[in-house]
């Protein structure tokens, strides 16, 4: 009887417990679809105080392969000195961070003064070009008054849209500068200021990092179950194995993409090879869609300036686009998501709907982590079933009954 009252008792606190969950879950559910706009800008002005917090972070997770690469480079030479390790270290994140440093001037110092020079010749010479096209479809297609007037109006109407866009909204995005130049003032010192605190985080995290890892585990393992914590660790693993694969590959994969096109440019003399090139590069980070969000607005540009130059464009935004997805991006990342073109279509579409530019970079590896989980609790569960993990073993089977005989029939083979 005894006993039975302890089983009645821990049933009715089990029942209890899940009764006061759901209702905190359902009032805290309410609250914030009643309340949402108010969390909303709760976490946007939280995210904005921790902004240099993230930007370090970001900062210290790209760098960190460098860092290491250094530190294994100047062990064997430093390590008999004494203290030698905190040494080793210390000269490796200052390399990696002068090396960052460095890195980000010299592009900004390349590549912002020829792209401002680009966009504003592209401004100035849109009219005559295009004019040049009008009056090169005129002498193409002769007699075709019609069908003359249709294009006209169209390449008319797309050019005063990209005309506008250059001239007006693209550089009042760039700051609000006119409008609210005291707003676009402060924002850009704030910028600054987070960036440069941001620099000083991720030193922080450099030097702290294995400390930070072992605290990490340490509370993991105090929160939960022994198999837990092990199954949470390896995830995060095999997440950060997935992110970090995908984004230095993609990064070095784009940086390749875009100097090809830039040297390809540069010896046909094709006009805005920085511009395009630069275009070309960041989009390419977007997989599947990249280069077509790249190569078409690039094309266009290209195309009003020199029609032939510009189907030699794309010719090679075709053939480049081959050999990267075919060549070039599967030696570099190798199949670091583990998922199908599907689910690269799936987490893009949705991601970058959700977040954006931003969220199709990193929408592929995120939904490649949540895969992996979801997989890995859909097998730990039918292996505490006896049942098989195979996909391939499921397809001709109609009943539960057909898997049992199929396992029964392997083992007496």
């Keep these: 009887m005894r006993s039975n009252e302890i089983d009645f008792k821990e049933r009715v606190k089990t029942i209890g417990k899940i009764v006061f969950l759901v209702i905190v879950g359902t009032l805290l559910a309410a609250f914030l679809i009643y309340r949402f706009h108010d969390v909303q800008a709760l976490l946007d002005h939280v995210s904005g105080i921790l902004s240099p ?4 972070i970001a900062i210290a997770y790209l760098l960190d392969p460098i860092c290491r690469s250094l530190q294994k480079r100047l062990k064997p030479l430093l390590q008999k000195r004494r203290r030698g390790d905190k040494i080793v270290k210390g000269v490796a994140i200052a390399m990696s961070i002068l090396f960052g440093v460095v890195l980000v001037s010299v592009l900004i110092w390349m590549i912002i003064p020829n792209l401002a020079e680009s966009i504003d010749n592209l401004v100035q010479q849109l009219p005559k070009q295009v004019e040049t096209v009008i009056q090169w479809m005129e002498e193409t297609i002769h007699g075709e008054d019609e069908l003359m007037v249709r294009l006209g109006t169209i390449l008319e109407n797309a050019t ?7 001239s007006s909204d693209l550089f009042n995005t760039m700051g609000n500068v006119v409008t609210a130049i005291t707003s ?3 924002d850009a010192i704030m ?7 941001g620099v000083v985080v991720a030193i922080y995290v450099l030097i702290e990092k294995e400390r930070f890892l072992g605290q990490s585990k340490k509370l993991v393992y105090a929160i939960f179950k022994e198999e837990t914590a092990d199954t949470i660790i390896d995830t995060a693993r095999h ?3 997935i992110f970090g694969g995908y984004l230095y590959g993609k990064i070095l994969d784009s940086a390749i993409v875009g100097v090809i096109t830039f ?3 540069t010896i046909f003399r094709i006009p805005y090879a920085l ?8 989009t390419n980070i977007i997989p599947f869609f990249g280069p077509f969000i790249g190569g078409a607005p690039s094309a266009l540009i290209i195309l009003l300036a020199n029609p032939l130059k510009g189907l030699y464009f794309i010719i090679f935004v075709i053939v480049m686009q081959q050999l990267d997805g075919n060549i070039l991006e599967p030696k570099i990342l190798g199949n670091t998501t583990g998922i199908s073109e599907f689910w690269v279509t799936f987490a893009l579409l949705l991601f970058g709907g959700i977040f954006g530019f931003f969220g199709m970079i990193v929408g592929v590896p995120a939904f490649a982590v949540i895969y992996y989980v979801v997989v890995r609790i859909i097998n730990h569960r039918l292996e505490r079933k006896g049942l098989p993990v195979a996909s391939g073993v499921y397809r001709e089977a109609d009943k ?3 898997l049992k005989s199929r396992q029964e029939e392997e083992k007496e083979e």
Aim: proline fraction near 0%.
């Design 239 to 241: 997440g950060h194995k």
């Design 191 to 197: 910028f600054i200021f987070n960036v440069l605190v």
């Design 184 to 186: 676009g003032v402060i």
């Design 160 to 166: 005063k849209a990209v005309e506008d866009y250059l």
């Design 400 to 402: 539960l009954a057909d």
């Design 53 to 56: 917090i993230f930007y370090g």
């Design 263 to 265: 040297m390809f440019m």
């Design 275 to 282: 511009l395009v090139s630069v275009i070309v590069g960041v």
